[in-house]
């Protein structure tokens, strides 16, 4: 007896189960960087200073990754869409697209890190560093997770497309929703991290 | 349902296999059955491990200062000089003993075992809806596991904060704790993984006409408690990280400035908050009570069902108090925080709705008792656990009400009075459901019956021993006397007078550990000579007794795809021929 609805929506739930396991698991990491964020009020309204994110942080380079992390969620939008509209080429552009831009993203990142380490300043320097280095490097975690799930589905994974390829057009689309939910996460962490 | 001879597939695992090797038979299963009964033994052996550690523990809280007789010699003189336990090796048996029951033991027996293996029959479905997942979740564990268990090797030993290792203790100890933190992240994952599984499973995976008010009762305790696992547990891992940040990078998350520690100033910088480690532990580890006893109340629920032979009563408003109950655990986790100096307002409000969440347990256990009025009992050896769980139950959670209110935990906070009501919970609360579970579902794991006499025996002797282990703790805690304490009390002037019965309840614990022999015997035997039963021994309804046969194949839990007429308990049901209409008969005989 084979797992029913891996493919085709449950007709009373109305999602496959895969799209239902996404969704649970993004709850799960809601959860998780909620957590985090509630730990950043809860230290910041007890410390007695405080230093704004501009006094040690690059706005600008942070401002690039922005928009480089928001334009990879459209290329992971598009890369799906070329699947629906049965365009094998063209989703392998945008998907290696999304993968391109997650990477500059780290490189970015990584300069960074660099330039905050060069000036001597670790996560033990202070609770404003210590949850900066935190937050953005479990957020970097998760960009990395995504880079390999989507390599996986540019390369090895792909060979799916001439199998099933219903089944392959729902994984990107579930690889989709994470990845979108790792942008909307630097989309909070960008202001409450450098601007505030 | 065609009915298979019985015993006709007798051995322990099915002999029709697809031609897969024995590493992806056994080991690297993915079939949701096998992975529960690697989950099942795997947590035996860890509660049993717990309980050992607790064993000796109480040899020092009987006799303090005096050499362990027989396998004192063993610790060696870092742990254990001339058999004489040290205050460090009893913390660390102490925090580990927590950390495994909680979260190596019970909640991979009740969820894991029980879970995987019991309710994707009784919703139907061939197999989890992620198997991959199914199988990951399980070795994670696993991993977690024995990085937990390897800890007591490392030099300065294993955790030894308690299993909440609160901080700032925790941050400034020893290399174990970043071990256990390790393990923890682990463990975390694994319920993560598994609880995204169950959800999807029970949500999708659901035979035809199988609506949500016919599910069993089990199902829904499982579906409330993975909502649980999957929502409470990052926050969890938001602290691991954090903790685990503060002690090998250096940061003050949970670091107060100014620490001084043995008259050395700290060298971090401060400014952090050791209150919030407390916040981000309990916001899980309330909830993770409720996961430690929704399947419990799952498992007893099916049993009394049928061995009353009647309907459960008041299933609807059971379904609608475990979902409230599921909601208020996330608003109650301060009432662990009463004495840390919150304020009154935030103490007031987290009182409040302490009590209200009394009220879903409350109407869970009576509708359990009600259940049993009139019927026609069937005292079988899971009867009698189950039934047994009812009073245990409730002395746990009446004696959780004091607590719950922060003039009366101002006094009990931190005795022996809260060791108490969480063990009666826990130990022969849920532990004793599960046992009950083990005797209920053998038959259908194996295809034989465990024996009769080897279980009244375990259940007599195992359940007046836990009384004589908790209820004196009660005394003890009234008293005044402290938990985590290396002597038992014997240093404090106004534990005198209760001083005595330390040794008592300890005897009371090396006795429940002999009495776990019968039951140890009777699984082993039953497994090989049990008498075979046929696929539906306890003549039960709902969908698991269904399943092709005894024990169910590898692939295919059923011979046709079941389809569901009503809801689960249809016992006793006037004008039929049998006392049961299970689940998937068409239609009424008349």
Same mark, same amino acid.
């Given at each position: ?8 929506? &449950?007709?009373?739930?109305?999602v496959?189960?895969a799209?239902?396991?996404i ?7 809601v ?10 009020v809860?230290? &910041?309204?007890?410390?007695t ?12 380079l ?18 799906w ?19 391109a831009?997650?990477c ?10 660099a ?26 975690l ?16 792909? &060979? ?6 219903? &089944? ?29 | ?26 080991? %690297?299963?993915? @079939?949701h ?25 109480? *040899?020092? $809280?009987?006799?303090p200062?005096?050499?362990?007789? =027989? ?5 060696? +003189? ?26 190596l033991?019970?909640?991979? !027996? ?32 696993f ?9 007591? !090797?490392?030099?300065?030993?294993a ?8 901080a ?12 256990w ?8 994952t ?17 035979a035809k ?8 009762? =089990? ?5 409330? /408690?993975? =909502?649980?696992?999957?929502l409470? %547990? ?11 940040? @503060?002690?090998?990078a ?15 100033p700290?060298?971090n /910088? ?32 099916e ?12 299933? #609807? ?7 409230f ?6 608003v ?7 004495? /840390?100096?919150?304020?009154?307002v ?17 109407i ?14 069937r005292?079988?050896t899971?009867?009698?656990?189950? $039934? ?17 209110l ?5 006094? !009990?906070h ?23 579970? $083990? ?16 279980g #009244? ?12 282990? =908790?209820?004196?703790m ?5 008293a005044?006397?402290? #938990?985590?304490?290396? +002597?038992g ?20 614990a *090396?006795? !429940? ?9 009777? %699984? ?10 046929? +696929?539906?021994?306890w @003549?039960? /309804?709902?969908?698991? *007794? ?7 194949m ?29 689940q ?7």
């Open positions: 007896m084979e797992i029913p609805y891996t493919v085709e929506p &449950r007709p009373d739930t109305g496959y189960n799209k239902l396991g969704w649970l698991f993004l709850a799960s990491e959860m998780l960087f909620g957590a985090l964020f509630s730990s950043y809860l230290l &910041r309204v007890g410390a200073t405080w230093p704004h994110g501009y006094e040690h942080l690059n706005i600008p942070a401002t690039v990754n922005t928009v480089v992390l928001i334009t990879s969620s459209v290329t992971m939008v598009m890369s869409a070329s699947l629906a509209m049965k365009n094998i080429r063209r989703y392998r552009l945008y998907m290696g697209a999304t993968i831009l997650a500059v993203f780290l490189v970015i990142k990584g300069f960074e890190y330039a905050k380490f060069e000036h001597g300043l670790y996560p033990s320097e202070s609770t404003f560093m210590a949850i900066y280095f935190t937050l953005t490097g479990l957020h970097g998760h960009i990395v997770g995504g880079v390999i799930v989507n390599s996986y589905l540019l390369g090895p994974g792909s &060979r799916m497309w001439k199998t099933d390829p219903a &089944r392959f057009t729902n994984r990107v689309e579930v690889a989709g929703l994470y990845w979108h939910f790792v942008d909307l996460v630097w989309i909070f962490l960008f202001p409450v991290l450098y601007l505030l | 349902m065609s009915e298979a001879a019985p015993g006709a597939h007798g051995a322990v695992h099915t002999d029709h296999h697809a031609p897969q090797g024995f590493w992806r038979t056994y080991v %690297f299963s993915q @079939d059955k096998t992975i529960g009964i690697q989950y099942a033994i795997t947590a035996l052996l860890f509660l049993l491990f717990g309980f050992t550690l607790m064993m000796i523990m109480r *040899w020092q $809280l009987a006799y200062g005096q050499a362990i007789p =027989f396998i004192g010699k063993l610790f060696g +003189d870092s742990r254990a000089p001339e058999g004489i336990m040290l205050p460090e090796f009893y913390n660390q048996l102490g925090a580990m003993h927590g950390t495994i029951m909680v979260f033991g019970v909640v991979p !027996l009740a969820v894991g075992a029980f879970g995987n293996y019991v309710m994707p029959l009784q919703i139907g479905a061939p197999d989890m809806a992620f198997p991959k997942l199914n199988m990951m979740s399980y070795w994670i564990y991993v977690g596991g024995v990085t937990m268990l390897s800890s007591f !090797l490392l030099p300065g030993g955790a030894s904060s308690g299993w909440t290792s609160y700032p203790l925790s941050v400034i100890a020893t290399v174990g704790q970043t071990v933190l390790f393990g923890m992240i682990c463990l975390i694994s319920s993560l993984l598994g609880s995204v599984n169950f959800i999807t499973t029970i949500f999708q995976l659901r006409g199988l609506s949500f008010m016919r599910l069993p009762f =089990f199902v829904w305790a499982q579906l409330v /408690t993975s =909502f649980l696992l999957l409470a %547990f990052p926050p969890l891992e938001a602290a691991g990280v954090l903790q685990l940040m @503060d002690r090998l250096g940061t003050s998350f949970f670091m107060p400035s100014g620490l001084v520690v043995s008259g050395q700290l060298a /910088t401060g400014g952090g908050n050791p209150l919030l480690w407390q916040h981000l532990f309990w916001f899980l580890a309330h909830p993770e009570v409720y996961v430690l006893i929704l399947p419990a109340m799952g498992i007893v629920a049993i009394i069902a049928n061995n009353t032979r009647k309907p459960l009563w008041g299933y #609807r408003s059971m379904v609608y108090a475990t979902i109950l599921g909601f208020m655990s996330f109650v986790w301060a009432h662990h925080m009463f004495l /840390t100096g919150m304020g009154t935030i103490s007031s409000f987290f009182q409040a709705t302490t009590m209200i969440i009394s009220i879903p347990s409350i869970i256990l009576t509708a359990l008792f009600l259940s049993l009025w009139g019927g026609s009992i005292f079988t899971p009867m009698l656990f189950a $039934l047994a769980f009812l009073p245990m139950f409730g002395i746990g959670g009446l004696t959780g009400l004091p607590l719950g922060a003039p009366a935990d101002i006094h !009990l931190d005795t022996y009075y809260v060791i108490g009501h969480f063990h009666y919970v826990v130990a022969p609360g849920t532990l004793f459901a599960l046992f009950a579970g $083990l005797y209920h579902w053998f038959p259908k794991v194996t295809g034989r019956t465990m024996n009769d006499t080897l #009244r025996i375990h259940f007599w002797l195992s359940f007046a021993f836990i009384n004589g282990v =908790f209820m004196p009660f005394i003890q805690g009234l005044g006397v402290s #938990r985590r304490l290396y +002597d009390g014997a240093m404090y002037a106004h534990a005198q007078g209760v001083l005595h019965l330390n040794v008592f309840m300890s005897v009371c *090396w006795c !429940l550990g002999l009495a776990q022999i019968p039951f140890i015997i009777n %699984f082993f035997w039953s497994m090989r000579k049990g008498k075979k039963v046929s +696929d539906n021994y @003549d039960a /309804t709902t969908l698991d *007794w269904a399943a092709t046969t005894s024990p169910p590898a692939h295919g839990n059923f011979s046709t795809v079941p389809e569901v007429y009503r809801g689960p308990y249809e016992y006793s049901v006037p004008g039929n021929g049998r006392d049961f209409l299970p998937n008969t068409p239609a009424e005989v008349h």
